[in-house]
């Protein structure tokens, strides 16, 4: 089969086949990945434990789909145009050939560190090549990375090396965003005080940072690989990976206050992620494309490293921020690199915007093909202004929707396939099944109507379990509703039949794209000395999407109030990293409380939004005084 559908008939036609007979549909888009033994049974599967498998029997190794089976027609095809952060550098291009052999020689540089198959690696560095290198060489020996998105504190790190006991760390002396230099490894070594299981550390040279290297755990990458080439062996075999046995895990937050080791495992979600960048993106032979998405995220594992790389892709790799050295960036490089496919967040798409239409002036965008959009609802005024400044009308929009958990994107228009409506993700992909479900977990039927999203029957690319504790995998995503995945948005299907999700109806913010618990948030702020209480909800935000709302309670020691907001901002920092810090802190004496000592955030909600009129009956609360009093500090 065709991994690509071209017409909008053709769509209704592959859905409903998908629909009727998912093991067919799957097994034949699977056939057109390299396999080293074929499956024998397609799915097998309950939601009730969840027990989930795919392609059960086979095995593969996903290096071999995103690097060895492009080298015999496509060896010199660029499959990575390195982009850096400060543009008078030289960027650096890297074909399928020359990542083959970083990859194996990297590889073999981890087994002679000691590291072997189902062994965790963390992975802190920053957006360079030798990022997707780490990243596929662990693959190649058959060890699971843990990526750690940059922005990352060292407690955030520590807790993450620690839940999934990574023996090795793989990170840079330090690392350029925009006019900021940050100090990874100064932060690594911070983080080890606090983890037992590690005991190498490979870094990277790139920012020439003074930095300490521990005799003993300390090497670095470039010395490494020299040992390897003197070995004289540039090939590393790749390791025969079950279709189930783990690939990576990547954290990501919920409701409760300890951030999930989201599992993904080999077969499964290789052939999602390369069967949604191939059909959603249409991408042609040729194309040039860029995710601006770090790779610390869902969205760069699927869609900058493993979908794009599996189909041969040619893909433009950014070191930097959309805005340095200045708001007209990534324009310079869609000019520059002559980008046809640009994926990219509507906090990016509002920011840019933000600036007018001076940054776009002699830019030329002509060889835009085709536009995406991912991580947070994408609003109208943003997806017009995309489609005309950037796309020029002429490019269609992919909204696309899904989740850490879902491995590739779930709703979604096919680029030119699917009619494109401004802020809706349109129709779910073949082989996705949504429904919409009350509060009583019965499915809403028909067009027009919302409720909870969730997701019927399987598919490839779904998460297994979440590392070390599949009892919260369980209660998390499959216990909401009998027999369905719950992702925790809000949606609504409109006349046509076309979604628009709408947010998420947990306590999860969705800060410029990132995903940010509240309750992560509040424990942050908790470890203040002066702090008593918090409460963290999430209020419209220009350009974020939504911003973090703090309510505080300070103890009798503060006398600062100034000083002390300072000091929560840096606790934040801290414990968490610079993403989750609060854009807002109000300070209050107490805070709307049930009877039963439950605090009510839709109060706290509505308060933030400025939404103050209607706050509804407010009577039952322990304490209905203290609404006034912080409608009154705002
Ligand atoms: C890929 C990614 C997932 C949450 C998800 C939803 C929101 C993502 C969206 C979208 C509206 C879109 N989200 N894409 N909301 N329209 N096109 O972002 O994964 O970081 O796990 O976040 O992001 O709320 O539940 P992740």
């Known amino acids: 089969m065709n991994l690509q559908i071209k017409s909008f008939d053709e769509y209704k036609r592959v859905y409903e086949y998908s629909v009727n007979e998912p093991e067919k549909f799957w097994a ?207 090939d590393c075999p790749a390791e025969e990976m079950d279709a189930e046995d783990m690939l990576f895990v990547l954290y990501t937050s919920g409701s409760t206050g300890k951030p999930k080791g989201v599992v993904h495992t080999c077969g499964g979600y290789m052939v999602y992620a390369g069967y949604t960048f191939a059909n959603v993106f249409q991408y042609q032979p040729g194309e040039v494309y860029i995710c601006t998405a770090d790779i610390g995220w869902i969205t760069g594992h699927s869609y900058i490293v493993y979908g794009p790389l599996s189909q041969g892709a040619t893909n433009v790799m950014f070191e930097g921020i959309p805005t340095y050295p200045d708001a007209g960036r990534f324009w310079d490089i869609v000019e520059k690199h002559k980008v046809n496919i640009l994926y990219t967040a509507p906090t990016a798409i509002r920011s840019l915007m933000s600036f007018g239409d001076e940054p776009l002036k002699g830019k030329d965008l002509s060889s835009i093909k085709k536009l995406g959009s991912v991580g947070e609802p994408i609003n109208e005024e943003a997806w017009h202004w995309y489609d005309e400044k950037i796309g020029a009308k002429n490019a269609p929009i992919v909204d696309t ?30 082989g996705i099944q949504p429904v919409l479900v009350d509060e009583n977990g019965k499915e809403i039927e028909g067009n027009g109507v919302s409720g909870n999203l969730c997701i019927k029957f399987p598919w490839p690319g ?82 974020k999407g939504q911003g973090v709302y703090a309510y505080v309670i300070l103890g009798t020691s503060s006398h600062d109030k100034e000083l002390t907001r300072k000091n929560i901002l840096q606790t934040v920092t801290r414990i968490i990293g610079a993403i989750a810090k609060p854009d807002k802190i109000q300070f209050v004496t107490g805070l709307p409380k049930t009877r039963s000592g439950k605090i009510m955030r839709r109060i706290l909600r509505k308060i933030a939004e400025g939404d103050i009129a209607n706050l509804g009956d407010t009577s039952t609360l322990l304490n209905p005084a203290v609404v006034d009093e912080i409608k009154d500090g705002i």
């Open 28 to 234: 034949e888009i699977a056939s057109s990945f390299t396999w080293k033994k074929r499956w024998n049974s397609v799915l097998e599967w309950n939601f009730k434990e969840p027990n989930i498998k795919w392609f059960q029997g086979a095995t593969l190794n996903i290096t071999e789909n995103c690097l060895d089976r492009h080298l015999e027609n496509n060896a010199d095809t660029p499959a990575i145009i390195w982009e850096p952060n400060d543009p008078e550098e030289h960027h650096r291009v890297l074909s399928y050939r020359q990542l083959h052999d970083k990859v194996c020689q990297f590889a073999n540089v981890l087994k002679n560190n000691g590291a072997k198959k189902g062994d965790r690696i963390c992975i802190y560095l920053p957006m360079v090549p030798e990022l997707a290198i780490a990243v596929l060489a662990c693959a190649r020996i058959g060890a699971v990375h843990s990526v750690v998105f940059g922005g990352f504190s060292a407690q955030s790190i520590a807790d993450r090396i620690n839940d999934a006991a990574c023996s090795l760390v793989i990170t840079a002396d330090g690392g350029f965003r925009g006019n900021k230099n940050i100090p990874l490894k100064d932060i690594i070594d911070d983080a080890l005080v606090q983890c037992q299981s590690v005991d190498k550390v490979i870094v990277l040279t790139r920012s020439r940072t003074p930095i300490s290297m521990i005799k003993g755990r300390d090497v670095w990458w470039e010395d490494e690989i020299k040992k390897v080439e003197t070995q004289g062996n540039p």
């Open 462 to 543: 779904i998460i297994r379990t979440t590392y070390g504790d599949h009892e919260r995998c369980r209660q998390t995503y499959f216990s909401t509703y009998e027999n369905m995945y719950f992702t925790g948005d809000g949606c609504l299907r409109d006349e046509d039949g076309y979604y628009r999700i709408t947010g998420r109806v947990d306590d999860v913010l969705n800060v410029s794209g990132h995903r940010i618990g509240t309750a992560e948030v509040e424990n942050a702020i908790n470890m203040h000395s002066d702090v008593v209480e918090s409460a963290v909800v999430g209020y419209p935000h220009e350009i």
């Open 401 to 430: 929707w899904w989740q850490t958990e879902n491995g590739g994107i779930m709703i979604s228009p096919i680029a030119g396939v699917t009619p494109t409506k401004p802020g809706y993700a349109t129709l779910p992909l073949p």
